[in-house]
């Protein structure tokens, strides 16, 4: 063999053998999803947040994800995570690509926008003085770019345009009194039109120079949620939900296509039974795909004959540049179909939606999450894998809690029932049915044979948990549409159980024949907002009783009251009040040596708010977690004290390192 040509055979083996390696070390060394952008103090992140829109990058390489808590980038060669951008402090609501792909650009619920580096993942925000930003859209010659929000009836600026080299504000579009929740730019760049909330039910044409309204267009019934150019810039096609004899009812979706120089409608799409979230354009301007709550459609966009159906609920669908690939994400994955046959590619999975309540399994293995998906989660708290999924509640699952031996899962549900679960296998064991509202708190006593559970319809109710027999009900509480049981708990022996309520006061019973002992704080003044009690808590020797308070008053979202009282259970009497949250403290617990509690709480507006934790005995407060992109509704220690774990309506639970208070 010609020796010149071993060498250089040897050497492309060797070379490829150094390039397998390099790429081997990068994919098996690479940041796992449950690690990246965690905020400080954090060990680990369960789930990926809610999924709010998605945006195909230029070359096709990669996909951004506009979630509850960041922007993940995909690579769509792999379908990995290779990186999360987080620097909003609220919401992702909307992300867009720049047409060279350098550069994305993010709307988000903390009322600003950010352009983002794709490369480096470096930010910069651009302050806009409104609620939220819901929409945010690029011009072809990616000079330019536009947002537009939402904010108090009468105070929404309407749309704005940026410069998109420097950030700069070039101009404001007008004022409405309703969200605009959609906006898109012409292909030439001289026109951007918007639509909606459906109080308004409009569009409106602008001119991009000018900022003068050239059209209106009228005929939709709901919001309208998403709005498109055609290739060739002659049709605009706007979608959203088609309402009901009641003016808030959304009984479908419905898809309206105008002739932008006219006005004219020419056509109405109406399969959709569930409001219409996006609609776009295939490059090739014959097709257009609209994707809602029952799946994905395509249409003939000549005929405006549906040709094709994908299963799955959908919030945003995108087609990737080369018109091959279709990416719909909803709920808890991101499906990939193969746009000419229709076949599913691949599921990407790991979101979720708010997390309502957080329980450890006595051993501290588990984590049980009750979420607003109308499930429950069961987590590896070492691996930080999901396990188990329950399903079987028709409603969001407001509280979950682990029974003393960690073999059984207790949930409540706004459908009004509470379910026993086996924790091992997830199957259901019992349904216990007889509360006629919402069940907001579930607790075992330390033996596990009684549950209590307090519900929305003022009553607090005691079960066998063997038999699923209703013991006892126990009232007391004021009654009225404001005075929901929030928080139910037995204290270390089972004898005592207090009750938290949104009449302002905490009682205790007995934990075995329900009689009522005693009453902590006040009965509500009439016509004030009060110190809602939205969670209580036992130390564990059973002396004091923590509860966390707070109430939102009026619609300009001023929290009052939001404090953490310690009651002394011998004395009866008040020991500390704890303040320092700027919102609602929705939770509270106490570390299991007692010198500790932590509290978690929510700010208005769909903003997070803090966890801080706090000394009980000299009522300090020693630690201060932030990472939540929405109000925190849950948090609880595990066994031995060192991590606390927090569940959020931003859809996911951060664990904390509390090693080194």
Same mark, same amino acid.
């Given at each position: 063999?010609?020796?010149?040509?071993?060498?250089?055979?040897?050497?492309?083996?060797?070379?490829?053998?150094?390039?397998?390696?390099?790429?081997?070390?990068?994919?098996?060394?690479?940041?796992?999803?449950?690690?990246?952008?965690?905020?400080?103090?954090?060990?680990?992140?369960?789930?990926?947040?809610?999924?709010?829109?998605?945006?195909?990058?230029?070359?096709?390489?990669?996909?951004?994800?506009?979630?509850? &808590?960041?922007?993940? &980038?995909?690579?769509?060669?792999?379908?990995?995570?290779?990186?999360?951008?987080?620097?909003?402090?609220?919401?992702?609501?909307?992300?867009?690509?720049?047409?060279?792909?350098?550069?994305?650009?993010?709307?988000?619920?903390?009322?600003?926008?950010?352009?983002?580096?794709?490369?480096?993942?470096?930010?910069?925000?651009?302050?806009?003085?409104?609620?939220?930003?819901?929409?945010?859209?690029?011009?072809?010659?990616?000079?330019?770019?536009?947002?537009?929000?939402?904010?108090?009836?009468?105070?929404?600026?309407?749309?704005?345009?940026?410069?998109?080299?420097?950030?700069?504000?070039?101009?404001?579009?007008?004022?409405?009194?309703?969200?605009?929740?959609?906006?898109?730019?012409?292909?030439?760049?001289?026109?951007?039109?918007?639509?909606?909330?459906?109080?308004?039910?409009?569009?409106?044409?602008?001119?991009?120079?000018?900022?003068?309204?050239?059209?209106?267009?009228?005929?939709?019934?709901?919001?309208?949620?998403?709005?498109?150019?055609?290739?060739?810039?002659?049709?605009?096609?706007?979608?959203?939900?088609? =309402?009901?004899?009641?003016?808030?009812?959304?009984?479908?979706?419905? &898809?309206? %296509?105008?002739?932008?120089? *006219?006005?004219?409608?020419?056509?109405? =799409?109406?399969?959709?039974?569930?409001?219409?979230?996006?609609?776009?354009?295939?490059?090739?301007?014959?097709?257009?795909?609209?994707?809602?709550?029952?799946?994905?459609?395509?249409?003939?966009?000549?005929?405006?004959?549906?040709?094709?159906? =994908?299963?799955?609920?959908?919030?945003?669908?995108?087609?990737?540049?080369?018109?091959?690939?279709?990416?719909?994400?909803?709920?808890?994955?991101?499906?990939?179909?193969?746009?000419?046959?229709?076949?599913?590619?691949? +599921?990407?999975?790991?979101?979720?939606?708010?997390?309502?309540?957080?329980?450890?399994?006595?051993?501290?293995?588990?984590?049980?999450?009750?979420?607003?998906?109308?499930?429950?989660?069961?987590?590896?708290?070492?691996?930080?894998?999901?396990?188990?999924? %329950?399903?079987?509640?028709?409603?969001?699952?407001?509280?979950?809690?682990?029974?003393?031996?960690?073999? *059984?899962?207790?949930?409540?549900?706004?459908?009004? #029932?509470?379910?026993?679960?086996?924790?091992? +296998?997830?199957?259901?064991?019992?349904?216990?049915?007889?509360?006629?509202?919402?069940?907001?708190?579930?607790?075992?006593?330390?033996?596990?044979? &009684?549950?209590?559970?307090?519900?929305?319809?003022? #009553?607090?109710?005691?079960?066998?948990?063997?038999?699923?027999?209703?013991?006892?009900?126990?009232?007391?509480?004021?009654?009225?549409?404001?005075? *929901?049981?929030?928080?139910?708990?037995?204290?270390?022996?089972?004898?005592?159980?207090?009750?938290?309520?949104?009449?302002?006061?905490?009682?205790?019973?007995?934990?075995?024949?329900?009689?009522?002992?005693?009453?902590?704080?006040?009965?509500?003044?009439?016509?004030?907002?009060?110190?809602?009690?939205?969670?209580?808590?036992?130390?564990?020797?059973?002396? *004091?009783?923590?509860?966390?308070?707070?109430?939102?008053?009026?619609?300009?979202? +001023?929290?009052?009251?939001?404090?953490?009282?310690?009651?002394?259970?011998?004395?009866?009497?008040?020991?500390?009040?704890? #303040?320092?949250?700027?919102?609602?403290?929705?939770?509270?617990?106490?570390?299991?040596?007692?010198?500790?509690?932590?509290?978690?709480?929510?700010?208005?507006?769909?903003?997070?708010?803090?966890?801080?934790?706090?000394?009980?005995?000299?009522?300090?407060?020693?630690? +201060?977690?932030?990472?939540?992109?929405?109000?925190?509704?849950?948090?609880?220690?595990?066994?031995?004290?060192?991590?606390?774990?927090?569940?959020?309506?931003?859809?996911?639970?951060?664990?904390?390192?509390?090693?080194?208070?």
């Amino acid at each position: 063999m010609n020796t010149n040509l071993m060498k250089n055979k040897i050497f492309s083996i060797t070379l490829m053998l150094i390039l397998l390696t390099i790429s081997y070390t990068f994919y098996t060394l690479a940041e796992e999803p449950t690690r990246m952008s965690l905020p400080e103090g954090a060990k680990a992140r369960l789930g990926k947040g809610i999924i709010n829109e998605i945006a195909y990058s230029p070359n096709g390489k990669h996909l951004a994800v506009a979630s509850s &808590i960041g922007i993940w &980038i995909y690579d769509m060669t792999t379908y990995q995570e290779v990186s999360l951008f987080t620097g909003h402090i609220g919401n992702v609501t909307s992300v867009v690509f720049s047409p060279d792909g350098n550069t994305i650009v993010s709307g988000s619920r903390d009322g600003t926008v950010r352009l983002w580096d794709i490369t480096t993942g470096e930010s910069q925000q651009t302050p806009i003085q409104i609620d939220w930003v819901n929409t945010v859209a690029f011009s072809r010659d990616g000079n330019t770019f536009s947002s537009a929000g939402g904010g108090w009836e009468g105070f929404n600026p309407g749309i704005y345009l940026w410069n998109a080299h420097t950030g700069e504000l070039i101009r404001t579009f007008g004022q409405f009194s309703y969200d605009t929740l959609c906006l898109a730019f012409s292909p030439d760049g001289e026109t951007i039109v918007c639509g909606n909330q459906h109080r308004d039910n409009l569009l409106y044409l602008w001119n991009a120079h000018t900022g003068e309204i050239i059209k209106t267009f009228t005929g939709h019934t709901g919001d309208v949620n998403s709005v498109v150019f055609s290739p060739d810039g002659k049709t605009i096609v706007s979608a959203g939900a088609s =309402l009901g004899a009641k003016s808030w009812e959304q009984v479908g979706g419905e &898809i309206h %296509l105008w002739d932008v120089h *006219t006005g004219e409608l020419l056509k109405t =799409l109406t399969v959709h039974t569930k409001s219409v979230n996006n609609v776009v354009f295939s490059p090739d301007g014959r097709t257009i795909m609209s994707g809602g709550g029952d799946g994905i459609r395509l249409w003939d966009a000549h005929t405006g004959e549906p040709v094709k159906t =994908l299963i799955g609920y959908t919030v945003s669908v995108v087609l990737s540049p080369d018109g091959k690939t279709i990416v719909g994400g909803g709920g808890d994955s991101i499906r990939v179909w193969d746009f000419h046959t229709g076949n599913l590619l691949k +599921t990407i999975v790991g979101y979720t939606d708010s997390v309502n309540s957080v329980s450890f399994s006595p051993d501290g293995n588990k984590l049980a999450s009750g979420s607003r998906d109308n499930s429950i989660h069961l987590w590896d708290a070492q691996t930080y894998k999901r396990i188990k999924t %329950l399903t079987a509640h028709m409603e969001f699952v407001e509280c979950v809690v682990f029974s003393s031996d960690g073999k *059984t899962i207790a949930s409540g549900s706004w459908d009004d #029932t509470i379910r026993l679960w086996d924790s091992v +296998t997830g199957n259901e064991i019992k349904t216990l049915t007889g509360h006629s509202l919402s069940v907001n708190s579930v607790a075992f006593n330390p033996d596990g044979n &009684i549950l209590a559970s307090g519900s929305s319809d003022d #009553t607090i109710r005691l079960w066998d948990v063997v038999t699923g027999k209703h013991i006892n009900t126990l009232t007391g509480h004021a009654t009225s549409a404001n005075n *929901t049981i929030t928080s139910v708990v037995f204290n270390p022996d089972g004898n005592i159980l207090a009750s938290g309520s949104q009449d302002e006061t905490i009682r205790v019973w007995n934990g075995q024949t329900g009689e009522h002992l005693y009453t902590l704080g006040e009965s509500p003044t009439s016509g004030r907002y009060g110190a809602w009690v939205n969670g209580v808590a036992f130390s564990p020797d059973g002396n *004091t009783i923590v509860s966390g308070n707070g109430s939102w008053a009026g619609e300009e979202g +001023t929290s009052v009251d939001n404090g953490i009282q310690l009651w002394d259970t011998v004395t009866r009497k008040l020991r500390h009040t704890l #303040t320092g949250h700027s919102g609602v403290i929705n939770s509270v617990a106490f570390s299991p040596d007692g010198n500790t509690v932590v509290s978690g709480a929510s700010n208005y507006g769909y903003l997070g708010e803090e966890i801080r934790i706090w000394d009980t005995h000299t009522g300090e407060n020693i630690k +201060t977690f932030k990472g939540h992109t929405s109000g925190v509704t849950s948090v609880t220690f595990n066994r031995d004290g060192n991590t606390i774990a927090s569940g959020s309506l931003d859809g996911t639970i951060l664990l904390w390192d509390f090693s080194t208070p």
